[in-house]
């Protein structure tokens, strides 16, 4: 019987030969490092459920998005947990928040690195859910006039981008409105457009001690069972004036990135959500996996569905790795 004249390992043979026709390729700057920004001075919280990674006072998250810029990568995400909290979330919009002092600091210090900053309201509200609570649960409309005024703040602060993760319907029209009248027209706006009600999440909600008080977030955050639903949501959010849009989380919903990447030629984020790391990190220190291939391996897969730019705990370990 006669062998095929293709033979696609051949093409495989060899290291050079696979580099040479690899089809997705990672880089350091398609990497945003999310970082936990804390009151105090000296403070490295260590963050047990997610190894590597701490909450940081201002003067330890500076020195840390030195050795980013070092790195090449593509910048870093902001989320604050500030001293003290309350039912109005006064926090997240005040100019002198622990997000906005962030802000200043590192701009001054490193001016070239793409600052993004999370815009919600979880991390400051005494009950932990993302909005003004009537009734037992968030009022959409009441929340929006907070994300404008903080996106504001964010913005004359110097946040290079700013992305609202809060999942209220109408936010993004809001935040654009409020930048455009406060003179930050040219203030991109990155959409958490599908962001799901993981329970990938949890380690993210020891980080930023933003779990809710009562009840849960499924209200306002999208059922894992719907993928229309989430097209739906990007384009409304694309007609709302976002300039970038967010896939949450990434690795459960990878079908979802990838239908996003079909249907929208627009810039693609997708966040490597906690959980998904923390997966990982368990598996690797029980000797289970290898860190270095299933790292790579992952972020990969989230590249080939079809995401630009990833959001990924990752980022300082897999920059440092590539070539």
């Known amino acids: 019987m006669a062998f095929p004249v293709q033979r696609l390992r051949r093409l495989r043979s060899g ?3 696979r580099r040479l026709v690899r089809e997705t390729q990672l880089a350091p700057s398609q990497f945003i490092l999310p970082l936990f920004v804390c009151p105090g001075e000296g403070v490295r919280r260590e963050i047990g459920s ?17 050795e980013c810029l070092a790195l090449g990568l593509g910048g870093v995400i902001l989320f ?15 100019d002198d928040g622990i997000t906005q002092r ?11 690195l793409l600052v993004m900053t999370d815009v919600c309201n979880c991390e400051y509200t005494s009950h932990g859910h993302c909005g003004f609570i009537k009734d037992g649960d968030v009022d959409n409309d009441i929340t ?54 993981s329970v990938f999440y ?12 009562f009840g849960d977030r499924r209200s306002y955050q999208m059922d894992p069972t719907n993928s229309r639903e989430a097209m739906r949501e990007i384009e409304l959010d694309l007609e709302e004036g976002a300039d970038m849009i967010m896939v949450k989380p990434a690795l459960a919903y990878l079908d979802i990135i990838h239908e996003a990447r079909r249907r929208f030629d627009v810039p693609i984020g997708a966040y490597h ?25 992952v972020l990969t897969s989230i590249r080939r569905a079809g995401a630009d ?9 897999a920059a440092d790795l590539l070539p």
């Open 144 to 197: 929006l006039e907070w994300l404008a005024k903080t996106a504001v703040s964010h913005a004359r602060a110097g946040a290079d981008v700013v992305a609202p993760s809060d999942m209220m319907d109408g936010r993004v029209a809001a935040i654009r409105k409020g930048l455009d009248a406060a003179g930050f027209s040219n203030t991109p706006i990155l959409s958490y457009a599908a962001k799901y009600s």
């Open 80 to 94: 604050g947990i500030p001293e003290h909290k309350d039912e109005m979330a006064s926090g997240a919009y005040a």
């Open 50 to 66: 997610m190894p590597g990674h701490a909450q940081l006072s201002i003067d330890n998250v500076v020195p840390e998005c030195e």
């Open 202 to 213: 949890s380690p993210f909600r020891d980080a930023a001690e933003s779990a809710p008080q």
């Open 102 to 112: 962030a802000v200043r600091a590192i701009k001054k210090a490193h001016p070239k």
């Open 273 to 297: 959500v906690s959980g998904e790391y923390s997966m990982v990190m368990a598996a690797v220190e029980k000797g289970w996996l290898d860190l270095e291939r299933t790292m790579f391996e």
């Open 309 to 317: 730019f990833i959001l990924t705990y990752f980022s300082k370990i």
């Open 15 to 17: 290291e050079p030969i």
